[in-house]
């Protein structure tokens, strides 16, 4: 599956060099996970040429199970952008219920709260994925899937990327700015941003789990102790994020799947019932990472190229999704011709700017909540459900943490 105009890569691996005459594209993108599909949509969207790479097949997802939660936000722009419709399954949040095990105070979202049908939605990582590269194919825009970017080469007025399609370099390409969308992995030839990694020394145990007392509709957040449990509402059993010190989740794999079922109420307490895993877990470590300034304005990482962040808020993809949303509106609008170097160098300073906000508060908000969510002792839960409390009590906080859930921090 492609863009319907097929790519230079896919017209046989011939040279991409732009010929002379011919002006450079003006976006590449590396990466057509969902948020390099969505950067590509919105630009497209806004009548800007963008050429993504991907060095996967566009069908194959990943192959993780992850069931992702959307705010209501990125249901909008994920509906404007044609993607929405194509995702098989989407599971509603109507509630979100956040509390702490044995300690008093929790937190109740509704989305009576938001005046809108839902607060969010949950869908597998691996359907969102195979609904962008669908809507990446109806808008016609050129996708090179088994392509991967091996560099960036910096030019005066161009940036090159070096394309392996078939793991060796066998084509360029030109363009005037190269968003990496390329989540954590990187690329190793160029002039990339410093991407910094801390791990927290947790894993997230990822699968499907039942009880009798989930309510549907309704995500959990539980602060259990050592690390957050999340279980978010699919169609008669919810998913389950779970997260634990590394020891103490391969003990619990080890002990097999009644044990792990007893360990995972004792973590939730007897509100939940009793539980069943409905899949084998899986193991995710856990790290924040972060993207240094690109040594190159023109290079800009979005998305999990930017950041990764800790699962406990559920916010990795929606950060991503208005960066890359935020990149296509920062995109300047000019009439025909050569956009000029200045205005393209302001319009990649102003998106940079107009971010900060929004990624420096999401970036730093679920660093807190993750650790304060692994300090395991009465003292500290005590004081987690206080709060909980405080938020859910005073109606500026409780406005505040909401919108930020769903909308972001700008
Ligand atoms: C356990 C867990 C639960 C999560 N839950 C949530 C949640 O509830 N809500 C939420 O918003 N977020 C959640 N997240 C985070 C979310 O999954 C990520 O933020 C999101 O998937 C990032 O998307 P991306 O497109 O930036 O990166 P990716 O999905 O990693 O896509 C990157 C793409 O780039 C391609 N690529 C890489 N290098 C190259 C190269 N050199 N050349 C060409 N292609 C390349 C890859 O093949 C891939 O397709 C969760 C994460 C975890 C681990």
Known sequence: MSGSLPSPVQQGGAADRVPPGRAALPVAIVGAGPVGAVAALALAAR???????????????????????LSWGTRLALDQLGVWTRIGRADPINRVSVSERGAFGSLEFTREDLGTPALGYVVDYGDLTRACAHALEVAAIRTGWHTRVAAIEPGSEVLTLALAPEGEVSSRLEARCVVLADGAEGIDG?????????????????????????????????????????????????????VLEPDVAQRLLDAGPEALARALEAAAGPAFGA?????????????LRRAGRSPDPRIVPIGNAAQVLHPVAGQGFNLGVRDALGFAAAWPVHGSGRLPEADLLRALAGFARTRRADRVFTVAATDLIARLTAIDNPVAAAFRGLGLSAIDIVPRLRRRALEAMVFGAA
Request: charged residues 20%; glycine residues 8%.
């Open 190 to 242: 160029g002039p990339a941003p410093e991407r910094s990694a801390r791990a927290y020394r947790q894993v997230a145990l990822v699968g499907d789990v039942s009880s009798e007392r989930f309510a549907p509709g309704r995500a959990y957040e539980r602060f259990a102790g050592s690390g957050p449990l999340a279980l978010l509402p699919r169609a008669g059993h919810h998913a389950c994020v779970w």
């Open 47 to 69: 009548g800007v040429e963008a050429q993504l790479f991907d060095a996967r097949a566009p069908a194959a997802g990943k192959p993780d199970r992850r069931a992702i939660a």
């Open 275 to 287: 539980m069943r895993w409905l899949t084998p877990p899986t193991q995710v470590p856990l790290a």
